[in-house]
């Protein structure tokens, strides 16, 4: 389970710093359109995978509610 909660505080800093990552340390010159549709397709592919390790975790929350995870709103 500890693997699983540190995948997915990993997979939410992804989330958190995605448009940062996706324009600010990108130049304007490589900001296409096809350049956005693949970021959208990454940031969906983000998204599932942090909902499908939610669904896991919320049967442990009780167990782990101290971990930053639940603790932080999770």
């Known amino acids: ?6 995948k997915q505080l990993k997979l939410a800093g992804h989330i958190a710093n995605f448009y ?9 010159e490589n900001q296409t359109e096809s350049y ?11 998204w599932e995978k942090f909902t499908n390790n939610h669904d896991q ?10 971990h930053q995870y639940f603790a932080e709103d999770g």
């Open 20 to 28: 940062t990552n996706s324009t600010d340390k990108v130049g304007a």
């Open 36 to 46: 956005f549709v693949s970021r959208l397709e990454l940031l969906e592919s983000y």
């Open 57 to 66: 975790l919320v049967c442990y929350e009780k167990e782990f509610a101290s």
């Open 1 to 6: 389970m500890e693997a699983l909660l540190a």
